[in-house]
């Protein structure tokens, strides 16, 4: 008989959008194509990444399995509502659908609440079996052992580096923005063998895919012991190009870099998002110090190494005149790439419950909570400052010279250290790696913020001149 059909989705955009827009980022992310590999073979699974290509509801998949982010939720239901409606068994999942359980469950079949590693398969099995619960419970704090090597093979062709995989989960620090401090958990990582065999594990991939990872851990210094250990290990595959995230105190110790270096790292995610001291120290951001930003940087850069970092708007003690120095700053921090976001009090944690009970929340539609949108009053700053400051900082940072010398500047200081071969290729991977991020960033920034930002403002024009007929236009457009 044949096998029924699993759909794994995992979401990225809203509904709402006029015209859908489709992220030019290079690699995908981890949920579906992990929670493919943990799927038992009493199902035919395939993963659709929402950031390249639509929902597809004429599928002829019998299940529907959704993994969204908090501000997906409206999104999500809409989804699961369509679905269902369409005779789909729909089941929930997700960082939100684990913190909000009570909230996620009545729009899905089924949710999962926790890690999957230790539930998924039984849940596939009842699912098949008929005898679907309602909800299903990880326990706290799963062990990370024995987790299968993500299905690369189910990623999108359109992702350039499909190679992703994790190497610990959760973070040490407590910064009040961040959705891991709404439940922490501890801090843990997965034996170094198990993430080697997850980087080999790619042979379904054409060879040029293989040769280059991206690891999507949230802190991947958060022990650095474990974390130098694996980039000994990580350099002996001689990969082309490989991707981290960790915090900025990791630079402190050079040998931490140096094997970095020697793993061809060739891009560090580095939480930044700031130049304004005090408004670091506003949400517990203590382990980033601004006076150490230019020489870790520059150490970086030195070896080889791209900084893409990101970088909030709107925290608490910015100013109109911290934003006019602003570009000239990042211009001296010597940073090569910035993820730029309007900072959002992420419903749940502790700079939510903050701002909540200082009466500061202006926009409760948790879809507005992505990093695009102003959704609190400012201390010190109006809406439309915010706005104007994160515009300015983009245009001037990612125009076409600024790009330029940048990269300019970064390959200059390039030293050979290795053969002449390897030499030209770490060239070769910087760059490639350097513009591809900046064409991403400056692509969202234009077709996401800008045009949003300005869709806004010619409707509050246009209602400003004749508020009747635009109310009508709205009318109609609901019914």
Known sequence: MKKPKLLIIVLFQNLIDEEPYYALTPAPPLPGILLAAITPPVVDVEVLHEMVRPVNYDTDADYIAI?????????????????????????????????????????????????????????????????LKKRYTAEPVPCLENIPSPRYDLAEKKFTVPIVIEASRGCPHSCTYCQLNIKRLPY?????????NDLK?????????RKMAMIHDNHFGGD??????????????????????????????????????????????????????????????????????????DKLHRNG???????????????????????RMLDEVGVAVILP??????????????????????????????????????????????????????????????????????ISRQSMNESLPQFILKLLVV??????????QRHHAQKRVFNQRNKLEDFQSSFNKNPEAVEKETEAAVI
């Open 67 to 131: 993994s969204f982010m908090d501000y997906l939720s409206t999104h999500a239901y809409e989804v699961a509502e369509r679905f269902r409606a369409l005779g789909k068994v729909v089941i929930g999942g997700g960082k939100f659908a684990s913190t909000f359980p009570d909230e996620v469950e009545p729009h899905f079949d089924s949710i999962l609440v926790g890690e999957a590693q230790n539930v998924w398969r039984q849940m596939v099995y009842d699912l098949v079996d008929g005898n």
């Open 188 to 196: 843990r990582t997965r034996p170094v063998s198990d993430v080697i």
């Open 201 to 209: 594990s790619s042979r379904s991939l054409p060879w040029h895919k």
């Open 224 to 297: 650095l012991k474990n974390a130098k250990a694996l980039l000994k290990e990580i350099a002996k595959l001689k990969f082309w190009g490989v991707g981290v995230q960790y915090g900025i105190e990791c630079l402190r110790d050079d040998e931490f870099v140096k094997l970095l270096s020697k793993a061809n790292c060739r891009m560090s995610f580095i939480g930044m998002e700031s130049l304004n001291e005090k408004s670091l120290e506003s949400v517990q951001k203590k382990q980033n110090k601004v006076e150490e930003y230019k020489e870790a940087f």
């Open 305 to 327: 190494i791209l900084t893409f970092t990101g970088f909030m708007f709107a925290l608490e003690e910015d100013t109109k005149e911290y934003y006019q120095k602003l570009p």
């Open 341 to 410: 976001s309007i900072a959002i009090p992420i419903y749940g944690t502790p700079l939510y419950q903050k701002m909540k009970d200082e009466d500061r929340i202006t926009d409760f539609d948790i879809s507005h909570y992505e990093g695009d949108h102003v959704v609190f009053k400012h201390n010190h700053l109006t809406e439309e400052e915010i706005y104007e400051a994160y515009r300015n900082v983009n245009r001037i940072f990612y125009s076409r010279r600024k790009i330029l010398k940048r990269w300019l500047k970064i």
């Open 431 to 440: 760059t490639f790696v350097y513009f591809k991020l900046s064409i991403f």
